[in-house]
């Protein structure tokens, strides 16, 4: 295929929050698959805020993305072009893939998904990472029982909705702490939470213990900082805490200090485990089996913020920060044909 596509590279490292400059958006020539490859058009690329961490040059459990080079998330895309006896033309596929208009994989490298089943852009929520994330996170290490108390920072978000779910499906009593009164709404009304803290206009210290009488035996981590400190003198004996992340802290250019956690785990007998969802990757079958069920009998709901516009990805990153997104945060690129 001929022509010029739109890429995004990072050409700055960023400190503290990222910015527009941090970006830049260049044009290169539309690759050609060779044998065992197929070339791809961008429908959906999801933005995350793990991707803040690759910005850095630090080592973690993912290498950081290099400068000049083009930034790689999570894509749904239509197969133009196909030198692979796996996938033919128009096949809808997911795969880890550049924020670019058009992607050259290997076969290996992407997986077919059945549109029949969810819409393409759930692949990328709670059929995808983020639900394998919650589904993991919740079942493996916060192991909740039926009538437990379970709460979730990051309630509303993509992984923290699911999360909510999951631990309802279980039989537990659901607290979910998100930041603004639609975020509220929809986590009482839609998803049907228990209880809901509003962390900007709520003492969040004093709303936990109000909706947690009987103290808190799971705490799924999504945001760290004030929010997590609030919850530890609330922890029952032998409680859990699955460590997803730490949206608060990810900009901050100095140290996060807070509660020191020792004296807490110790007189509880809690876990504090912190995790990746590519730990568990010999069992995504077994996980996405489960949701997929689950969204069949109507057990789960999704919600996605959807920006229309590959030159709007940078914005849809970037508001991820100011917790603009209810649900999962994606950009449009294209239509699916």
Known sequence: MIGLQQQIKLVKRPVGTPVKEDFEFVQAPIGEPAEGEVL????????????????????SYIPPFELDSVITSGVIGQVVKS???????????????????????????????????????????????????????????GQPKEGETVVVSGAAGAVGSVVGQIAKIKGARVVGIAGS?????????ELGLDATVNYKTDDVKTALAEKCPDGIDVYYENVGGEIGDAVLPLLNKFARIPVCGAISAYNNEEADIGLRV?????????????????????????????????????????????????????DAFLDLFKGANLGKAIVKVSELE
């Open 262 to 314: 020792q004296s807490y785990l110790i007189k509880t007998s809690s876990v504090m485990k912190g995790f990746t969802v590519g730990d568990y990757a010999s069992r995504f079958k077994e996980g996405s089996q489960a949701l997929a069920k689950w969204l069949q009998e109507g057990k789960l709901q999704y919600e996605e913020t959807i920006t229309d516009g590959f030159d709007q990805t940078i």
């Open 181 to 189: 009164d639609e975020k509220i709404k929809y986590l009482k009304n």
């Open 40 to 59: 791809i058009r961008t429908i959906y690329i999801s933005v995350d805020p793990y991707l803040r961490g690759r910005m850095n040059d630090v080592k």
């Open 83 to 141: 030198k692979s006896a796996k996938f033919a033309e128009k096949d809808v596929v997911t795969g880890s893939l550049g924020w670019q208009e058009y992607s050259v994989a290997k076969d290996s490298s992407i997986r077919k998904i059945d549109t029949n089943l969810a819409p393409a852009s759930a692949y990328l929520s709670v059929l995808g990472m983020t639900g394998l994330t919650a589904y993991f996170g919740l079942l493996d290490i």
